[in-house]
T-cell receptor, first 116, second 113 residues
Framework: AQKVTQAQTEISVVEKEDVTLDCVYE???????LFWYKQPPSGELVFLIR??????QNEISGRYSWNFQKSTSSFNFTITASQVVDSAVYFC?????????????FGGGTRLMVKP | EPEVTQTPSHQVTQMGQEVILRCVPI?????FYWYRQILGQKVEFLVS????????KSEIFDDQFSVERPDGSNFTLKIRSTKLEDSAMYFC???????????FGQGTRLTVV
C-alpha cells in the first residue's frame, strides 16, 4: 500500500518569508514518481513538479525548489520570498510503478496562507 | 495548450437520481482517471481507465458507479442512484503514459440534495 503524509495542515506566513512544505511517503515499489500539485481558491489542481525515484537531484524553478531525499522518504517543497498569490492548498502525491492503475495517492494537503 | 475539460462545472441533483459527469481528456493521452474531493478534504482516487477498460478502482467505486469512453474523445462517470454523501468535487484527469504527470480538469461540483 502507498501512503503520503503531509503533517502540516495549515501554515501562515507573511509575504517575503520563505516557507517549506513537508511531504513524507511510503511505498514498496522500487520505481515510483512523486508530484506536487497546487489547488488555488478557484479549486483546480495545477501540476507543479514530478520526480522519479531514481533521480534524487534537487530542482529549482524560480522561487520554487524541491528537496527529494530517498533516505528519509521525503519530498519537501520550498517557496522562497512567498507572495500572496502563493496562497493555496498544496498536495504531494505518489504513483508507484507496480500499481496497475497508475493512479495517484495524495497527501492530505497543506493550506498555505501568505499575508501581505 | 491542451487541457482536460469537464462539464458541467456544477450539478445539483436530488437523492436517488442518476447523474453523468463528462470529460474530454487530452487527445493523445492514454490513461484516464476520475478522482473526487469532498469539501475541505484530500483528493481520493476513484477509477483508472486504459485501453478501453478499467485498470483499477478504489473501494469508493462501488456498483453505483460506472465509466465509459463512448467515442474517441469523451470519458464519462455515471452515478446511478446518488446519495447525499456523493456530494463532492469530481475531477477527471489524464496522463500520456505511466509515471507521467496527470493533468486535471477544472472539476464538476456535484451537490446531492
Amino acid at each position: 500500500a502507498q501512503k503520503v503524509t503531509q503533517a502540516q495542515t495549515e501554515i501562515s506566513v507573511v509575504e517575503k518569508e520563505d516557507v517549506t512544505l513537508d511531504c513524507v511517503y511510503e511505498t514498496r515499489d522500487t520505481t515510483y514518481y512523486l508530484f506536487w500539485y497546487k489547488q488555488p481558491p478557484s479549486g483546480e489542481l495545477v501540476f507543479l513538479i514530478r520526480r522519479n525515484s531514481f533521480d534524487e537531484q534537487n530542482e529549482i524553478s524560480g522561487r520554487y525548489s524541491w528537496n527529494f531525499q530517498k533516505s528519509t522518504s521525503s519530498f519537501n517543497f520550498t517557496i522562497t520570498a512567498s507572495q500572496v498569490v502563493d496562497s493555496a492548498v498544496y498536495f504531494c502525491a505518489l504513483s508507484g510503478d507496480n500499481n496497475a492503475g497508475n493512479m495517484l495517492t495524495f497527501g492530505g494537503g497543506t493550506r498555505l496562507m501568505v499575508k501581505p | 495548450e491542451p487541457e482536460v475539460t469537464q462539464t458541467p462545472s456544477h450539478q445539483v441533483t436530488q437523492m436517488g437520481q442518476e447523474v453523468i459527469l463528462r470529460c474530454v481528456p487530452i487527445s493523445n493521452h492514454l490513461y484516464f482517471y476520475w478522482y473526487r474531493q469532498i469539501l475541505g478534504q484530500k483528493v481520493e482516487f476513484l477509477v483508472s481507465f486504459y485501453n478501453n477498460e478499467i485498470s483499477e478502482k478504489s473501494e469508493i467505486f462501488d456498483d453505483q458507479f460506472s465509466v465509459e469512453r463512448p467515442d474517441g474523445s469523451n470519458f464519462t462517470l455515471k452515478i446511478r442512484s446518488t446519495k447525499l454523501e456523493d456530494s463532492a468535487m469530481y475531477f477527471c484527469a489524464s496522463t500520456l503514459r505511466r509515471g507521467t504527470e496527470a493533468f486535471f480538469g477544472q472539476g464538476t461540483r456535484l451537490t446531492v440534495v
